[in-house]
């Protein structure tokens, strides 16, 4: 998150979904992920995109690139301003060992990135 970012809740609940960044005269939506999700709008345009995006991207599967250069399908488990931790994908098992990364936030599709229908095996 940069400085001059401003932060968005949504009106209904209160709960944050991004941010506004100021550009020139208008504003850039960045989802929790610190990703750009609009280009330049007015604000009211960036508002609805985050409102409508909601958090819903967030409980879905995702890849985590390894050091290695291997995908690993994951779940988010936490966003903050500064960290993105994710959980290895165990689809529920209970007795499976929870294995956690952590990722700088912002972070970049390059290493983490929704996981695609076509890969979903």
Same mark, same amino acid.
């Not at 979904?17 to 007015?42: E, H, N, S, Y």
């Not at 689809?91 to 979903?120: C, H, K």
């Given at each position: ?33 610190? /990703?750009? !999700?609009?280009?330049? *709008? ?8 985050? =409102? %409508?995006? &909601? ?17 690993? /399908?994951? !779940?988010?488990?936490? *966003? ?8 290895? =994908? %165990?689809? &529920? ?19 983490? !990135? ?8």
């Amino acid at each position: 998150m940069e400085a001059d970012w401003i932060e968005h809740r949504r009106a209904d609940d209160g709960e944050h979904v991004g941010w506004m960044k100021p550009v020139d005269d208008g504003f850039v939506a960045i989802d929790l992920l610190g /990703r750009q !999700r609009t280009d330049v *709008v007015d604000w009211m345009s960036a508002e609805e995109t985050l =409102d %409508d995006l &909601g958090l819903r991207y967030l409980a879905e599967p995702h890849e985590l690139r390894l050091d290695g250069g291997d995908w690993l /399908r994951v !779940r988010i488990a936490e *966003v903050t301003p500064s960290v993105v931790r994710v959980k290895k =994908d %165990d689809w &529920g098992d209970m007795t499976a060992p929870q294995i956690y990364f952590t990722v700088a936030n912002p972070v970049s599709e390059d290493q983490l !990135r929704p996981l695609s229908p076509t890969r979903q095996t």
